[in-house]
């Protein structure tokens, strides 16, 4: 690079960095996202069952039934808070939304249960949240199949059952919703600054006349592009450090390497810059650059394996969200964070983001130039 | 002679009706929201892929084996031929359970003695892990109680005796997510562009200066506001009548209430949406605030912590305090109510109160934020 | 009999703007029926000053009484009886002609009956009848300004205020709304209005002058002109820039200016000799045409007024000097078209090094699109374009480092200080280290920042940015400087203060191309061309289009009630009658001919004449002959082609 390109880039450089840094409004929406949002959501946001109000109706009244609603109350997924007498009672509970669960245990059961006869025991569930039945149902039967084992060894024990059945989670083996949670707002943040403000940087040029101004100088596109995305990259970076305390906080796990998180992010946030940048130079007004920016970023954002798994989605949808750069960023974040694993297993990953950021950039830049 | 009120409707509608932007913000949008979110957000597993390390290789565990994919809920089975490659595939992600069955499986069985069984599960997304071993312990289970049935045969070795837990669903049988996520999408969809359409509305006249014509006049604030909010909150609930029937139809949501009950809560609640906009204007001079804050405050809220996917239950309290700031929360209940399980104003109205008090505190506010100041 | 009270009145108004006060301790009282002009330059204050009026903007300490009502506790009563424009269209772009009729009248109460009377007379008289279902925003800036006129008209208040209604608006359109509101006039209206324009200012009953948030003067047109001391010198002398530099070597403390076609300097007392100014002049190789002791105008009791502010531009100038000679920009049968409109019409024109090139012509004729083609910015649909030597399509590299750009908007970053906005452009335009400390200098004193560096822009006032943009348009020391329209919205001092800075940069041998809807300011050119809607109608000095244009003579006539006479010679045939500040000029094809009948014709009214004169046409009396010569022609080529059809 010969001294005067040299020269040009270092002023076009300390121009976007001095103005990036004046602007308090999107300084405070990139802190935002990085910390608060991510905070926030990852407390709040969850599917896990815990705590779900149930109700019971006992008719058995027998010392095996206390206890087996006992381990329901104490599994911490069930907190008895309504006991009922009659099963018509459970109607008005389950309509107004004030029991999502109800426990009926049948007069039978502690006689067919000493008498070593098979049993059952009901379970009503509010499906309104599908998942959430289907998961409560889950741990009802593990909690019933438990105590089933200790009663029938001590009430019949030339009998066992058939299956001992173990499962054991990886990589997440409590669960936690919230280890997801704050990847998927990491990479969200990412996007949404990475998209923003590029676009909002350009058009702003083109709104204020400055951009004229600027065709007329030496510059290229090419530096002028360049030099735009510097700043955010620079603070997403410093966003990316301070998740990493927020991720301390809340526990989640760093397996992988830092250099491969640092140098993969660096990679997604060059798509997601991408993004911003060809919004910018296809819109005229700010107004119309945000309105395209959110409604190309909602889709990207949460239909890209963040909220919900790729393989829930119809086959469309899965084979659409290969195009979005946060789709694969997801999978880098997840490997690095809870799998700990390195390039040799991301470099499909890698080479996706290189692909779909080095096309958007490539058109940015011609659709620039042209106009 | 026509109200002051009326004067401003009449304005802004010819106005709307000329602007294909907010036409196309208004109409097509709301349809595209609909149908990807409607089709992609559900936590339904089918065709997860799994696979088996069968060290056993017996008809039992092939039975067993073959319970999973006929489920449903479970796809391709892998056939496994090393212990080194289960750690391949799950870091891969291309299983999400391993199955491992012992050698001495059905030898176990067949004497009547307890066979042990392993899985493991990719939990790096707990939701659907979660899922996905509750669907496990099913298929196990139901085959366990077949082995219990047999015994009854003679014949055959003794197993003891099942509890079973027998399910029954209320409000959602075939609990599929699209039933429940649906008529909660409604009111986020309603809490997405009414608000930035009227933020939108009134940024733009501050910014062109058409706004100093109407400080030089007679009105008063709480005539323009109105004014503003007439026409928009008449678009945002021409906006739920085109969604609702593509929604349901598309879909196959069965809607089990009253759809006047439901028209009319809809017309409160986007009469509340656009009151909240107009506020977020009232307070902001530039069309990139305007829009930032519309979506900070309106849209971003009623995705996460308005209940409609992520359930309010599991919150810390003070987050569950936060959700009662926001009047999507109270809507999706009043959808889900109605449409789901069909109960009338009886049971939800403390939302539909609490959805009215929030319209009237946000419009009083926007009145009064609304000076006819320059500056 | 019995004193009315003001209709406005107002005692210490203050507002403060973080720091900055916008307007300071201003008492002024108003009385039915006047016109109350308020001038000053930009960022006097004056805009805030009718904002406080309008009960819009609560001044920090002072009140106001408008109509009886206090501007803070009684704001609403105060909207509700008079009539603003703001300095910003205001009109809603998506509705068309009547519906902003209509809604502003619904908005005002206007009962129905009254409406329609009210909306038909004023469409007429604003000659906007024909474009009733017209989208407002698809109407030319004077339609515009007329319509927004007419929609604070409509509830016939008793109070008027305006804020620039007619900036940036062509002649033929300025001199409708000032109809329109002669027309109000008559039925008692008030009228208070913020003007940048001299000739306007002239008109009012009494005028305030502001300058920093300060009134300095206030008083009847006459009597400011009659309070100013000394004597005003007006010479008519070409060529008009030489002269200029010839008198402000000469005789600096008499500060001339150019005034129109005019040069104005101000003697003092003991008076200077004629001769020996005369002889001084032809020694500059100028040619005196008249030399007269003149009333002062207001623009030179504005001039005067003010005080001197910061030291005049050090012109200081870039030492590389262009000592080639040819064409500096060239274009042939330029032709710029936008799907079906053209915007520019086979544009032929060649403009030498060193030369000042005017293109004049009211709002969307073109002008910022041939300069956009010029600087690279934008492809020709066909015809040629060469800058510097370099042809504009195939060169566009070369072009662009030997030639600075300032645009409509300054093109300065707001949120950047002076000095990294100075320093963004040296970097951009490549200028070498070694330079750099030399050149920054430079544009701090040009645009007189030095020791104000770190101010941010957006602070910095119309006319010192615009001095600032200039300077970094030029950091690069280019051969051919390029300027879209300049001086627009800026007051007349900064732009008679610019303009001088341009000279001197025409002088070092810098080639000027700058693009400009203020007619006055062609005077300061060596070279105009007229551009009318994408056609060039008129190519030549300013001297020599004044013989071109066999337009007539033009009388200049002052006498003791010039309204009233201007309705006298209304719809008179052969006389072409209009205002010239408070004089009246008559287009007439024989002035020898037509005085002694003009003066009979007044003194058969009962009007006085104190002066009747011969005056060479203005460059805005010779466009508006050129623009209507150009009107006739389309017309008689659209009925032709009808004809034919």
Not at chain 1, 183 to 203: F, H, R, Y
Not at chain 3, 191 to 212: G, K, N
Request: glycine residues 8%; charged residues 20%; neutral net charge.
């Amino acid at each position: 690079m010969n001294a005067a390109r040299r020269a040009r880039l270092a002023s076009v450089v300390r121009k976007e960095l001095t103005q990036f840094l004046r602007d308090r409004v999107m300084l405070l929406l990139v802190v935002y996202l990085y910390t608060g949002e991510v905070i926030m959501c990852t407390m709040a946001l969850s599917f896990d069952v815990r705590n779900l109000p149930t109700a019971v109706a006992d008719f058995d009244r027998s010392p095996q039934s206390r206890m087996l609603i006992d381990r329901f109350g104490s599994s911490g997924y069930f907190t008895i808070e309504h006991r009922v007498t009659r099963e018509a009672d459970l109607a008005g509970l389950l309509n107004s939304g004030k029991a999502l669960a109800a426990v009926v245990i049948p007069p039978d059961f502690s006689r067919r249960l000493v008498r070593g006869e098979p049993g059952s025991v009901q379970l009503v569930l509010d499906g309104s949240n599908a998942n959430t039945a289907t998961v409560a149902q889950g741990y009802a039967q593990r909690i019933v199949q438990s105590f089933a084992m200790e009663q029938i060894g001590a009430a019949a024990p030339s009998m066992s059952l058939p299956i001992d059945y173990r499962p054991r989670i990886w990589y997440n083996s409590q669960l936690r919703y919230s280890y997801f949670m704050l990847l998927s707002m990491i990479a969200s943040a990412g996007m949404v600054v990475g998209v923003i403000t590029t676009a909002a940087s350009i058009v702003r040029e083109k709104e204020s006349g400055t951009i004229e101004q600027l065709m007329v100088t030496p510059i290229t596109s090419a530096e002028l592009i360049g030099a735009k995305m510097l700043p955010t990259l620079l603070v997403c970076l410093l966003g990316l450090v301070l998740s990493l305390f927020v991720a301390a906080g809340f526990g989640v796990p760093m397996r992988g390497s830092l250099v491969l998180y640092f140098a993969l992010s660096s990679l997604f946030l060059m798509s997601s810059m991408g993004v911003g940048i060809l919004v910018g130079t296809l819109t005229q007004t700010l107004q119309q650059a945000l309105l395209i920016s959110l409604f190309a970023l909602f889709p990207i954002l949460f239909l890209s394996g963040t909220m919900v798994p790729l393989e829930s989605m119809p086959a469309w949808l899965q084979y659409a969200a290969l195009f979005s750069p946060v789709t694969h960023y997801m999978d880098v974040l997840r490997g690095i964070f809870l799998k700990g694993v390195g390039l040799t297993v991301l470099w499909p990953q890698a080479l996706a983001m290189t692909v779909i950021g080095g096309v958007l950039l490539g058109g940015s830049l011609w659709r620039f130039r042209r106009g | 002679m026509k109200t002051l009120v009326g004067a401003v409707v009449w304005k802004e509608v010819r106005e709307i009706r000329r602007d294909p932007v907010t036409m196309f913000v208004a109409i097509a949008l709301p349809l595209v929201m609909l149908y990807l979110f409607g089709s992609a957000l559900s936590l339904d597993v089918k065709n997860a892929p799994m696979a088996v390390y069968d060290l056993d290789r017996s008809a039992d565990s092939r039975d067993l084996i073959a319970a999973f994919p006929h489920s449903g809920y479970f796809g391709r089975v892998h056939g496994i031929g090393q212990e080194s490659e289960i750690g391949a595939l799950l870091d891969r992600g291309k299983a999400r359970l391993v199955l491992v069955i012992p050698p001495d499986f059905s030898e176990r069985l067949a004497r009547g003695e307890t066979a042990s069984l392993q899985a493991l599960i990719d939990g790096s997304f707990s939701a659907t892990a979660m899922v996905i071993a509750g669907y496990a312990t099913a298929i196990v289970q139901d085959y366990s109680a077949k082995r219990v049935a047999k015994t009854r045969e003679p014949g055959h070795a003794t197993h003891g005796p099942l509890i079973q837990v027998e399910g029954r669903v209320w409000f959602n049988a075939p609990l599929k997510s699209v039933y429940y996520i649906v008529p909660g999408l409604f009111g986020v969809i309603l809490m997405a562009f009414p608000p930035l359409l009227t933020a939108l509305a009134v940024v733009r006249e501050k910014e062109s200066g058409s706004v100093q014509q109407i400080f030089v006049s007679p009105i008063r604030p709480w005539q323009f506001i109105a004014g503003k909010m007439i026409p928009y909150a008449v678009i945002a609930f021409l906006e739920m009548v085109m969604i609702l029937v593509p929604g349901l139809l598309w879909f196959g949501v069965p809607f089990q209430g009253s759809f006047a009950l439901f028209l009319g809560a809809t017309l409160l609640y986007v009469s509340c949406t656009v009151a909240l906009g107009l506020l977020v204007s009232t307070v902001t001079r530039s069309q990139l605030v305007a829009m930032l804050l519309a979506i900070m405050v309106t849209l971003m809220p009623a995705f996460l912590f308005s209940g409609f996917l992520f359930p309010i239950f599991t919150m810390p309290w003070t987050m569950q305090l936060y959700t009662h700031l926001l009047p999507a929360r109270y809507f999706v209940v009043i959808s889900r109510d109605i449409a789901m399980k069909g109960v009338g104003l009886e049971v939800w109205w403390p939302q539909l109160a609490a959805l009215a008090a929030y319209t009237f505190v946000v419009f009083a506010a926007a009145s009064l934020l609304f000076r006819k100041k320059v500056a | 009999m019995e004193r009315e009270a003001p209709v406005i009145e107002a005692v210490g108004l203050t507002k403060v703007y973080g720091t900055r006060k916008a307007v300071d301790d201003v008492s002024l009282a108003i009385s039915r029926g006047e016109v109350f002009g308020l001038i000053g330059s930009d960022g006097a204050g004056k805009t805030t000053i009718l904002q406080i009026l309008a009960g819009i903007l609560d001044p920090n300490a002072g009140r106001a009484v408008v109509l009886g009502y206090d501007s803070v506790r009684d704001a609403t009563a105060i909207n509700s009886r008079i009539g603003y424009m703001s300095q910003i269209f205001s009109l809603y772009g998506r509705l068309t002609v009547e519906e902003n009729l209509d809604f502003f009248a619904d908005l005002h109460r206007v009962p129905e009956p009254a409406k329609n009377d009210r909306k038909a007379r004023l469409l007429e008289f604003a000659r906007l009848e024909r474009y009733r279902a017209r989208l407002a925003k698809n109407l030319s800036g004077g339609m515009k300004k007329k319509l927004a006129l007419c929609c604070a008209l409509i509830h016939e208040p008793p109070l008027l205020l305006l804020d620039e209604p007619t900036t940036g608006v062509d002649p033929v359109s300025r001199r409708e709304f000032w109809n329109i509101l002669y027309q109000t006039l008559a039925g008692g209206t008030t009228i208070v209005v913020c003007t940048p324009y001299m000739d306007e200012a002239e008109r009012c009953t009494r005028v305030a002058l502001m300058h920093a948030g300060h009134l300095i003067a206030c008083d009847a047109p006459r009597k400011l002109r009659e309070r100013m001391s000394g004597t005003m010198l007006e010479l008519t002398v070409r060529p008009q820039r030489a002269a200029l530099s010839a008198l402000r070597a000469a005789y600096p403390a008499t500060r001339p200016y150019a005034s129109g076609d005019r040069i104005h300097l101000r003697v003092d007392d003991r008076g200077l000799d004629e001769g020996e100014m005369r002889a001084m002049l032809e020694r500059a190789a100028t040619v005196l045409d008249n030399l007269t002791t003149v009333a002062p105008s207001l623009e030179d009791v504005f001039v005067t007024a003010l005080p001197e502010s910061v030291a005049p531009p050090v012109a200081i100038a870039p030492e590389r000097i262009a000592t080639r000679s040819g064409s500096a920009v060239e274009t042939r049968d330029l032709t710029v078209k936008f799907g079906a409109f053209t915007a520019v019409d086979r544009v032929t024109l060649n403009v030498r090094r060193g030369e000042i090139f005017g293109f004049l012509g009211p709002n969307g004729s073109g002008k910022t699109t041939t300069i956009r083609v010029l600087c690279g910015l934008l492809a020709p649909s066909s015809g040629q374009a060469l800058v510097a030597g370099h042809a504009v399509a195939k060169e566009p590299t070369a072009v662009k480092s030997r030639i600075g750009y300032m645009s409509q908007r300054f093109s300065l970053y707001d949120d950047l200080t002076v000095d990294e906005n100075i320093r963004f452009f040296a970097g951009a335009y490549g200028v070498t280290q070694e330079r750099l400390s030399a050149r920054r200098e430079w544009a701090l004193d040009l645009s007189g920042l030095r020791g104000q560096e770190v101010l941010l822009t957006r602070s910095l006032s119309g006319g010192i940015k615009q001095r600032l943009a200039l300077a970094c348009a030029v950091l690069h020391e280019p051969e051919v400087l390029f300027l879209d329209e300049p001086t627009a919205g800026v007051d007349p001092v900064s732009r008679r203060r610019f303009w001088e800075l341009i000279n001197s940069l025409s002088d070092q041998g810098v080639t000027v191309f700058v693009t400009t809807h203020y007619m006055d300011e062609a005077e300061h050119c060596h070279t105009l061309a007229l551009l009318y809607y994408g056609r060039m109608i008129a190519l030549g000095s300013p001297e020599s289009l004044r013989t071109q244009m066999r337009a007539g003579e033009m009388l200049e006539l002052e006498c003791d009630q010039p309204i009233a006479a201007l309705a006298h010679f209304q719809g008179v045939p052969n006389v072409r009658a209009s205002f010239f500040g408070d004089r009246l000029h008559l287009l007439v094809d024989d002035a020898q001919a037509a005085r002694p009948w003009i003066v009979e014709q007044l003194a058969k009214a009962g009007h006085e004449v104190r002066r009747i004169e011969r005056v060479p046409l203005s460059i805005e009396d010779v466009f508006i002959a050129f623009i209507e010569m150009e009107q006739e022609r389309a017309a008689a080529n659209a009925s032709r082609a009808q004809q034919a059809a």
